[in-house]
Nanobody, 118 residues
């Protein structure tokens, strides 16, 4: 059973930074693409960023390009999301997820709250 545990969320002022971490269980972490998603109150969950198993390929939502950076440390089974220049509209619960061979994200963490005050 794969377990994903996010940490690093909190309250920050607009313009500030936060770094989220997601620790994964299992011995094949580097085989899988990992993603970050977020869900704001009253809104659907949306894609934020993803990274290939090797870390060589990344993707970002237009809304976070140039401000957020996804990275991973396969030796520590951990994926990160560095968030800079935060805006109030970035306020959401942030989830990390593992993408399976089918292309679907099948494993999810419990989420970590990020609140950006204006």
């Amino acid at each position: 059973q794969v377990q994903l545990v996010e940490s690093g969320g909190g309250l920050v002022q607009a313009g500030g930074s936060l770094r989220l971490s997601c620790a994964a269980s299992g011995r094949t972490f580097s085989n899988y693409r990992m993603g970050w998603f977020r869900q704001a109150p009253g809104k659907e969950r949306e894609f934020v960023a993803s990274i290939s198993g090797s870390g060589s390929s990344t993707e970002y939502a237009d809304s976070v390009k140039g401000r957020f950076t996804i990275s991973r440390d396969n030796a520590k089974n951990t994926v990160f999301l560095q968030m800079n220049s935060l805006k109030p509209e970035d306020t959401a619960v942030y989830y990390c997820a593992r993408r399976g061979v089918t292309g679907q994200y099948g494993y999810w963490g419990q989420g970590t709250q990020v609140t950006v005050s204006s």
